[in-house]
C-alpha cells in the first residue's frame, strides 16, 4: 500500500505547518514535469545495504524532516473531532518498524522556531487556515457529518504531540534553533547519513545525502522517489556550485519574487526556443539557468548581479541568500569565506532574556532534545506563537482557546522571567491566532506572578535542587499557574494523568461560564471509559453524527494540555510529560460520543458502558471538580443541548464584548472570562479589522 493513499488532496496547507514555503516555488513540479528523469525510483533496503558495504562504520541512517510529512502520517479517517491519538501512535509505530526491520535508523527534525523573516508568510497561511476552517464548520452544522478528505486539516497541536510520540517511541527526536531544512541538510551531511526524508526542494539546492520523497513512499516494500540534484543539473545546463545562486535568482525566503520580475523578464527573451517549456513558471526556471550557466562562477558575479537588481536599499540580499544554503564547513565561489555559515552564528549571537547561563544552557538542550515546550523560545528572545485550532468563530459563548488560557501563560511567563526579583520583566510576544486578531503585531502580555506560598521559587530551585521538599515546591507551583495551589492534596492523590486533566478541567469550568454539568459529564466519561481501550477498539468506533460544539471542545481541549506541557516545564517537571499527553486522556471520536449521550440525557450508566467499576471513580472526580468551582463561586448548571445546535451565525457581530484592548492590554490573572466581559471590554479601546468572511466586526480579547 502507497503510504500517501488515504491523505488525498487536502490542499498544500495545515494547521501548524511552520514553513514558510516548501523550498523553491515551482521547483518540485518543474522536476516531475519537464525533466522526469531526476526522480529516480528507489528501494530503501538496497540502498541500506549499500551503505553499510560502503560505510561499514556508519549505520544507514535516514534524517526526516518531520514538519513535511505530519500531514501524511495522519492517516485516521476520523480527524475532525480533535484526534484520534492512540490510532496515529500506532501507525507512527507502524512506520518506524518498517524502517527497523531493514536496519534503517531514523533521526526526526522538527522546526523549532519560526524565523522572523518568515512571519509575514506565516501570517499569510494562518489567515488562509482560518478560512478553511471556517468553512469545515459550516460542512459541519449543515451535515453533522466529517468532511470529505479534501477538507482535511491536521487535528490542534498534532506536530507538537508528534515530537513527544516519537520519542516515547523510542526515537532520537530534534527540535531546532532555527528553521529545520538548514539543519536536516547539515545533520544529514554530517553525520553521513544515508539520505533525508521528506517534501521540501530545498533539499535540491543543498549540497548534502540524497533527498527521498515522502509523498511516494510505499511503506510496505521501502520503495520511493530519490531526486537527483546531479541529473537536474545536466538538464539545466549548470553545476552543484550554481544551485544556491539559482534558488535565489527564483525568489526565496531572503529575494523576494517581486524583485525578479523585470530579471525573470529579461532572461526569458534570451531563452532558445528548444529550451521553451508548458508554463511560464517552467519558462522562467529554464531561462534563469541559462542566464547563470553563462556567468563566471566568482563574488564580482554575484556583486554585479546585485548591482542590476532592483534589491532596495539591502545590496546584500543575493550574497545571504547564497550564504544561506551553505553547511558548516562549505565555501562557495560566490561568496567571500567569512560570509559563509552565517545562519547557525547570527541565531547563536542573539542577546538572550534569561541571562543565567546556566539555566540557559539546560533550556536549550532540553529544547533540542524535545524534553520541554515553548521554554527556550521564551527565555531566549520573549516569543511564543500557536497557530490555528479547529474553533468555530461564529460560537459567541466559547472563547478563543488562546485567550482561555493566556492568564496561566502569564504566571507561566513569571516563573521563567522570575518577574518576583524586583525591576522591569519584560513582556512576552505572543503570535496567537484566535477570532479577530489580524497578527499585525504580537500581542505583548505581561508576566503575572502566581500565588506560591512563600513566594515563587526561582529557576535554579525548580530545575536543579533535589529533595522531597523540592519535588513538593514543583507541583504546587505548577497548580498555581492554574490557581488550585489550595487543592494539592486531593489533586496529589489521583493517578497523574487524571490528575492533569482534572487540573485542565477545573481552569475550563472557570474561564468558560458556558460549560455544563453535561460537558463536564462527558470529559469524565472520556477520560474514564479511555483508559481499557485499545487502538484497533477506538478506530472500530463509528459515529451517526458530528457535533460541531464538540469539535471546538475537542480542540480547546487539546490546546489546554499543551499548556499543561508548559507550565509541567517551567516547574521541573512535576509530572512525567507522557502523563499530559493526548493520547493518555483524550479520543476524538469518544467525546463526540459521550458528548452528544450526555446533552440527550443519556443516564451516568450508559455514558459509562455499564462498567459499574467506572461508578465511583466518576462520582468521586465529579464531586471534587464541582467542590473546588463552588469554592470559588462558580456553580455548573445543567444545559442539555440535545440533539439540535445553533448555528451561531447571527450574534459574531455585533456582540459589543468583542471589542479589542489596546495589543499590550493585560488580562487578569484569573477570572470567570464570560462573565467580565462586557463591562471589561466596553471600557476599552477599540479597534477595527476585516473578517475573512467579509464584515467588519471588533477583536475580541476573549
Excluded at 207 to 233: A, K
Excluded at 363 to 371: G, L, N, P, T, V
Excluded at 550 to 557: D, F, I, N, R
Excluded at 576 to 588: E, N
Aim: aromatic fraction near 10%; include cysteine.
Amino acid at each position: 500500500m502507497r503510504f500517501t493513499e488515504r491523505v488525498g488532496r487536502g490542499g498544500g496547507d495545515c494547521c501548524e505547518f511552520w514553513r514558510s514555503a516548501m523550498g523553491v516555488r515551482g521547483l518540485q513540479g518543474f522536476v516531475a514535469r519537464v525533466c522526469p528523469h531526476v526522480c529516480q525510483t528507489v528501494d530503501l533496503r538496497e540502498m541500506a545495504e549499500k551503505h553499510r558495504i560502503d560505510h561499514p562504520d556508519c549505520p544507514p541512517v535516514i534524517v526526516v524532516d518531520a514538519m513535511s510529512c505530519v500531514r501524511r502520517w495522519y492517516t485516521p479517517e476520523s480527524w475532525v473531532c480533535g484526534g484520534q491519538w492512540r490510532e496515529y501512535l500506532a501507525i507512527l509505530e507502524d512506520f518506524i518498524n518498517a524502517f527497523m526491520a531493514a536496519g534503517i535508523k531514523l533521526v526526526f527534525f522538527f522546526d523549532g522556531v519560526v524565523e522572523e523573516k518568515k512571519r509575514d508568510e506565516w501570517i499569510k497561511r494562518r489567515m488562509k487556515n482560518t478560512e478553511e476552517i471556517a468553512r469545515l464548520f459550516q460542512f459541519v452544522k449543515t451535515y453533522r457529518q466529517q468532511p470529505g478528505r479534501e477538507m482535511f486539516v491536521l487535528p490542534s497541536a498534532l506536530p507538537t504531540f508528534t515530537r513527544y510520540a516519537l520519542k516515547s517511541l523510542g526515537q532520537k527526536t530534534v527540535c531546532t534553533l532555527q528553521e529545520a531544512d538548514f539543519e536536516v541538510a547539515a545533520y544529514g551531511l554530517q553525520h553521513n547519513c544515508m539520505g533525508i526524508l521528506g517534501q521540501d526542494s530545498d533539499y535540491l539546492i543543498y549540497d548534502t545525502c540524497p533527498y527521498f520523497s515522502i509523498e511516494n513512499l510505499r511503506l510496505d516494500r521501502l520503495v520511493t522517489v530519490m531526486y537527483s540534484r546531479e541529473v537536474l543539473c545536466r538538464v539545466l545546463g549548470i553545476t552543484l556550485t550554481h544551485l544556491p545562486l539559482f534558488a535565489c535568482l527564483l525568489g526565496n525566503d531572503i529575494v523576494p519574487e517581486s524583485m525578479l520580475e523585470g530579471f525573470w523578464n529579461k532572461c526569458l527573451i534570451d531563452i532558445p526556443p528548444w529550451k521553451r517549456s508548458y508554463n511560464r513558471r517552467s519558462n522562467i526556471l529554464l531561462s534563469v539557468a541559462n542566464y547563470i550557466s553563462k556567468i563566471p562562477c566568482s563574488y564580482s558575479s554575484l556583486k554585479h548581479l546585485e548591482e542590476i537588481l532592483p534589491l532596495a536599499s539591502d545590496k546584500t540580499l543575493l550574497c545571504r541568500g547564497v550564504s544561506s544554503y551553505l553547511l558548516p564547513g562549505q565555501q562557495s565561489p560566490w561568496v567571500p569565506p567569512n560570509e559563509t555559515n552565517c545562519q547557525m552564528l547570527s541565531f547563536q549571537q542573539q542577546s538572550a532574556l534569561c541571562q543565567d547561563k546556566e539555566i540557559f544552557q539546560l533550556a536549550k538542550e532540553q529544547h533540542i532534545q524535545s524534553e520541554n515546550y515553548s521554554v527556550f523560545n521564551i527565555l531566549s528572545h520573549g516569543v511564543t506563537d500557536c497557530s490555528n485550532s479547529l474553533e468555530d468563530d461564529y460560537d459567541t459563548e466559547i472563547p478563543g482557546q488562546a485567550l482561555i488560557y493566556r492568564p496561566a501563560r502569564q504566571h507561566i511567563y513569571s516563573i521563567l522571567l522570575e518577574s518576583g526579583k524586583g525591576g522591569t520583566c519584560p513582556s512576552v510576544k505572543e503570535w496567537f491566532v484566535y477570532f479577530g486578531n489580524p497578527l499585525k503585531q504580537p500581542d505583548l502580555i505581561q508576566p503575572v506572578q502566581p500565588s506560591v506560598t512563600g513566594g515563587t521559587p526561582s529557576l535554579k530551585t525548580l530545575w536543579l535542587a533535589k529533595g522531597p521538599d523540592v519535588e513538593k515546591q514543583r507541583y504546587s507551583t505548577f497548580l498555581a499557574c492554574f490557581h488550585l495551589q489550595d487543592e494539592m492534596e486531593e489533586l496529589q492523590a489521583l493517578e497523574a494523568p487524571v490528575a492533569g486533566f482534572c487540573c485542565l478541567l477545573v481552569y475550563l469550568m472557570m474561564q468558560v461560564s458556558s460549560l455544563s454539568l453535561e460537558d463536564l459529564n462527558a470529559f469524565l466519561a472520556l477520560i474514564l471509559c479511555l483508559k481499557g481501550k485499545s487502538a484497533a477498539q477506538l478506530k472500530g468506533l463509528q459515529l451517526a453524527q458530528v457535533d460541531s460544539r464538540a469539535v471546538h471542545l475537542g480542540a480547546v481541549l487539546v490546546r489546554g494540555l499543551t499548556t499543561l506541557l508548559m507550565a509541567n516545564s517551567a516547574c521541573g517537571f512535576p509530572f512525567r510529560m507522557d502523563d499530559l499527553m493526548p493520547w493518555a486522556v483524550f479520543d476524538g471520536k469518544l467525546f463526540q460520543e459521550k458528548y452528544q449521550k450526555a446533552h440527550r440525557g443519556c443516564s451516568v450508566e450508559e455514558l459509562l458502558e455499564g462498567n459499574e467499576s467506572l461508578y465511583t471513580p466518576f462520582q468521586n472526580l465529579k464531586s471534587l471538580i464541582c467542590k473546588i468551582c463552588m469554592a470559588k463561586s462558580r456553580t455548573i448548571q445543567s444545559r442539555p443541548r440535545g440533539d439540535g445546535f445553533n448555528t451561531g451565525r447571527e450574534q459574531r457581530d455585533f456582540n459589543p464584548r468583542f471589542q479589542q484592548p489596546h495589543r499590550s492590554h493585560v488580562v487578569s490573572p484569573y477570572h470567570n472570562q464570560m462573565r467580565e466581559f462586557t463591562q471589561r471590554h466596553l471600557q476599552s479601546q477599540g479597534r477595527e479589522s476585516g473578517h475573512p468572511h467579509g464584515r467588519k466586526y471588533h477583536h475580541p480579547p476573549r
